[in-house]
């Protein structure tokens, strides 16, 4: 039963660097989701994804990109990482007529 | 105002007791509401959803008061393994619609 699956579960970049964080489900779910949880901020959308191919943006979405290109796997982009983006991510996916979103384990970056 | 406000805690408490948290939101609109418990440095994971006419799941309720716009977890006999963080989650309406999730509250059930 894997369910959501991140990598990877710990980073440290340097400012300026690039990574990607990949998300992956085997339920396949329509919605994918990337949240960002920082400490007193609660979980907060970055963006989202409701179909392959689709994506859409969150809450904070600044410095951030995504791509669904296969339904099953959603890409989180950090084109050059700043250290305001420390923080944990969760990659979440739901289906269409489903309550429950499931979540990955996280992802702690840190950016020094 | 925030969307979705919780009291951050902690809420500390001895085994046995009973605990209750409340979560307010400001959108009327919302019809969706759930309880998601998050363990330390752990994913969030749905605990129960909310419904209008309240609901028990073992020692645990949900009720949901539209009037007042919030919803309540009552904790029953606590148990150690409750420690957790309790997140309050509200989406707006079905499919995709925008979900809000609360900051947490944090448990601590002491022995």
Known sequence: NAGVTQTP????????QSMTLLCAQDMNHEYMYWYRQDPGMGLRLIHYSVGEGTTAKGEVPDGYNVSRLKKQNFLLGLE????SQTSVYFCASRGSSDTEAFFGQGTRLTVV | RKEVEQDPGPFNVPEGATVAFNCTYSNSASQSFFWYRQDCRKEPKLLMSVYSSGNEDGRFTAQL???????SLLIRDSKLSDSATYLCVVRLGGGYQKVTFGIGTKLQVIP
């Open chain 1, 9 to 16: 579960k710990f980073r440290v970049l340097k400012t300026g």
């Open chain 1, 80 to 83: 050059s990482a700043a250290p």
């Open chain 2, 65 to 71: 008061n539209r009037a007042s716009q919030y919803i």
